[in-house]
């Protein structure tokens, strides 16, 4: 370890003047949009003071540069001071932070980025560490270059379990160019937080962790200069530094006082505030700005990666009929597009041997990152992998889980992310494991997330395309795949698109149109022969992609076969393929949907006896039809 060079006095006295004109941006731009958290900002001034003008090094010219250090204001309600932390260094006009919260403004209430120094949207408190562990892993696994990640983190949103999840993972991996900072100010929303100013607590609870935990004076400069020092240093461990502060801090008559969360400061108690701050501004205010910050350039040492047009290495190569889960067609592909390009990854939360994403470590061990049990985590790690088009990363689970990290995912479109996520074990169709296991919700939650794409394969052959055409594809991409072995219905070369359907039976005298998917396809096929021998004929549609779903086939079809439409789902009746078939018909008059879901919590059973007990089988399909028919 190199030894620690004390700033020079005139070094320190220009970072707290920094500081406390963070505190009057804040403020000012606070008070003009009349809401906003002026006093979670004042707390954090010289952390950001000292991280943005002396620690971190970036470009201004381009905020997103791969070579950049990272920064992640988890406590993102803190938004205004880190727009007027980048309108001080010079990347836009201090005067826009006026702007804020304003309809037709990029400074919004919270960090989204739809600004250009923004890597992913905060507000939804307790998970900016998971992507900044994401980031990091990249940095000190992938990239193998010198950009460092900060995480900034409340000490109210350290009570989520996330963050303990972001803590363990950082920690097992070595992430030693990672720095959590918690700016621990003592007061909650509604009431101080539990540990208050317990810093002997954090302490011990961090360095149980196995962190490098380093408690300071969150408004001493000195202290956080040579802790940002120190955590640089550190190899082997990531760093938290431990900063303790006063909400409100510098402003008269409020500074840690109870009460005034997400509170603007307005008239005369606005102006004496302000007063009182500049006072503390030593420097003239031509001379401030007429010298910006000098900002420390990047190291450029992050190799330069591409992840578009990512191939399969090779075709599928299935025989028709061929038994095949969908889950293990995934693993298939997973691997085949990790030999493709470098910059294909694998996350899973310990089910990779029921997933299959365990495949890619066949193809390269290093590019499988193992979450344990921890799905919000590996949600967020996989968010902040794919920040500024470093990885294409899938993440996989047992579809049911994906729920308790809906937080995070519905973050990740906010953030723009295009994280790919493949849930198997869905529906009753698992059998025996219950449940609890069991995904019934999932097409409606993956449905919800804007701009999502949600492919539900049923076959090996378009498993494997969906994995292709989700590596592509902008924005959240959710793959459903099956346990049970089912055949091989496509060939090969079978073109497959999103947003277009497959007519996989037909014929000329079609007297219904049964639309199933996944595990459901294959009952209404076997539907499909049952009703043949009776004399009535069925087409049978695989929309392959739930959404986009195929407005055009289904109405077309369904017009063709007497308006009459069956939808089968191995899925609760909320929010899965019926409904999605229902928006597609829905201003069209002639058409009437007749939807068999799974309609109750299920039970353990064997598959074939849950898909019948719940209607969703070849034999109550081909039932279904005949009494349409004929009512």
Sequence with gaps: MTSYHKPEAKTIAKLEELANQLRIHSLEATTASKSGHPTSCSSMAEIVSVLFFHTMRYKISEPR???????????????????????????????????LRKFDSDLEGHPTPRLNFVDVATGSLGQGLSVAAGMAYVGKYFDKASYRTYCLIGDGESAEGSIWEALHFASFYGLDNLCAIFDINRLGQSEPTSLQHNMETYRKRLEAFGFNAIVVDGHDVEELVKAFYEAEQTKGRPTAILAKTFKGRNFINIEDLDNWHGKPIVGNQCQEVIKHLKTMLKTPESDRKASKPVIAKPVEDAPKVSITHVKLDTPPSYKLGEAVATRLAYGTALAKLAKNNPRVIGLDGDTKNSTFAEKIKAVDPKRFIEGYIAEQNIVGVAIGAACRDRTVAFVSAFAAFFSRAYDQIRMGAISQTNVNFVGSHCGVSIGEDGPSQMALEDLAMFRAVPGSTVFYPCDAVSTER?????????????????????????????PLAIGKAKVVRSSN????????????LHEALKAADILAKAGINVRVMDPFTIKPIDQKAIIDNAVQTSGRIITVEDHYPEGGLG?????????????????????EVPRSGKPDELLSYYGIDATTIAKEVQDFIKN
Excluded: M
């Design 65 to 99: 540069d791969p070579n950049s250090d990272r920064f992640i204001l988890s406590k993102g309600h803190a938004a205004p001071i880190l727009y007027a932390a980048w309108a001080e260094a010079g990347l836009f006009p201090v005067e826009d932070l006026q702007n």
């Design 466 to 494: 969906a994995a292709e055409l989700a590596a592509n594809t902008k924005g959240i991409c959710f793959i459903r795949t099956s346990r049970p072995n089912t055949p091989v219905i496509y060939k090969n070369d079978e």
């Design 509 to 520: 005298n079609d007297r219904a149109l049964v639309i199933g998917a996944g595990v459901t």
């Design 579 to 599: 409904e999605a078939v229902l928006s597609a018909i829905s201003e069209h008059p002639n058409l009437i949907l007749r939807k068999l879901a799974v309609k």
